[in-house]
């Protein structure tokens, strides 16, 4: 009796420490809430005023029979503020900062916009917002499952996230849906259209009643780009880009997949790419990902690697492939995460000018967001 009445306050003090490691680590948590100065519903000038940004740090080793490469190095800083006016109203603005040559240390702009929306079926955006399309480009770099975006999305999304236009998007009856029209200009404040624009177009359903899933959105994206030779350009030298993304859950199993294809002029041929990115959640705290992607050109020098193998090669190939495996560890869900991923990259280049590529990586960083 005496061991038995033991071993059960053996059990029950194992209970109190799991409980007290959790209250520890939802008090820490609850640190992103001072982000929040003001919050008051019912004043009807000022709803919410709160200071919002990103920190990531990262350290990547690659070595590839091109040659080698390491860094240490933030890897993005951004600092700002969003609130909500006159109940139907946000204003956010946010600036990039460089911590890494801070002479200066601001950079640029990245989403400064005002917003209406009265419901989640209407949201109107006028301003410098992000541009949404592609599985990766659609994904904000706070809630990324991979370290860095997809070699399909570093080819046939833009190399800049936020644009100046308009933009009205929302949701109804298990459709989604994103319309604008951006600048093209290429500046660190606000574009002009003088570089060009272009119009995107998203349109996506869930199919997760009808695939018994948790979640199962296809999307459709497309892009015209219109640019005038003029100016810089953010944009990638393709006049149109198409998108299929599909997006699947199943409890604690994930899907996301990317079929792509990038129409390009002067020098870029056209491009085709497919990505494959499955998941699982071990824990709350624990998730494994892996993905796999292949980006073919029509022609010659048509396809760029991805950013830490472009540091060993500086030219372009025909055809690459891509294989990734990381594990995320969620302290504070996207709030505050560490990532790390291996992954092999293979690359020919039938131009042999300096694209051709073959070895390993591996990169690990912290994401913190408020």
């Known amino acids: ?132 399309f592609t599985a990766d480009g659609a994904t904000s770099s706070k809630k990324l499952i991979r370290l860095e975006r997809s070699l399909l999305s570093n080819n046939l999304w833009f190399p800049e996230e936020y644009f100046t236009g308009i933009s009205a998007s929302g949701e109804k009856n298990n459709w989604i849906y994103n319309i604008g029209i951006f600048s093209s200009d290429g500046g660190p404040e606000f574009g002009d259209f003088e570089s060009g624009f272009f119009g995107l177009l998203s349109i996506g359903y869930d199919f997760a009643d009808a695939f018994g899933l948790d979640k199962a959105v296809i999307r459709g994206d497309y892009v015209n780009n219109n640019p005038t030779g003029e100016g810089d350009l953010n944009t990638r030298p393709l006049y149109q880009v198409g998108s299929l993304v599909g997006h699947f859950e199943s409890g604690k199993l994930g899907l996301i997949t990317d079929i792509a294809a990038g ?88 131009a042999n000018d300096g694209g051709a590529y073959d070895g390993w990586g591996v990169s690990s960083g912290i994401r913190i967001s408020w």
């Not at 830490?308 to 995460?337: M, P, Q, T, W």
Request: proline share 2%; hydrophobic share 35%; with cysteine.
């Open 263 to 350: 129409e390009g002029y002067g020098t870029q041929p056209n491009l085709f790419a497919v990505a494959i990115m499955p998941y699982y959640d071990v824990t709350d705290q624990i998730q494994l990902v892996a993905s796999y992607n292949y980006v073919n050109s029509a022609g010659g020098n048509g396809v760029r690697l991805d950013r830490y193998e472009s540091r060993i090669v500086g030219g372009k190939a025909d055809e690459a492939h891509e294989f990734y495996a990381g594990v995320n560890y969620y302290l504070c869900g996207h709030n505050l995460k560490w990532q790390t991923g291996v992954e092999y990259t293979t690359a020919s280049d039938s």
């Open 1 to 132: 009796m005496a061991l038995g009445g033991t071993s059960a306050s053996a059990g029950d003090g194992g209970k109190v420490v799991d409980t007290l490691l959790e209250a520890d680590q939802a008090s820490f948590c609850d640190l992103f809430d001072l982000a929040t100065l003001y919050e008051n519903k019912e004043n009807p000038f000022i709803q919410k005023f709160a200071l919002s940004g990103r920190l990531q740090a990262d350290a990547a080793f690659f070595d590839a029979n091109q040659g080698d490469y390491d860094s240490l190095h933030w890897r993005r800083f951004r600092f700002g503020f969003k609130t909500k006016l006159f109940q139907d109203f946000t204003l956010h603005s946010e600036a990039d900062l460089d911590l890494n040559d801070p002479d200066p240390l601001y950079h640029k702009l990245t989403d400064t916009y005002l917003e209406w929306s009265k419901s989640e079926e209407l949201e109107v955006k006028i301003g410098k917002q992000g541009a949404s």
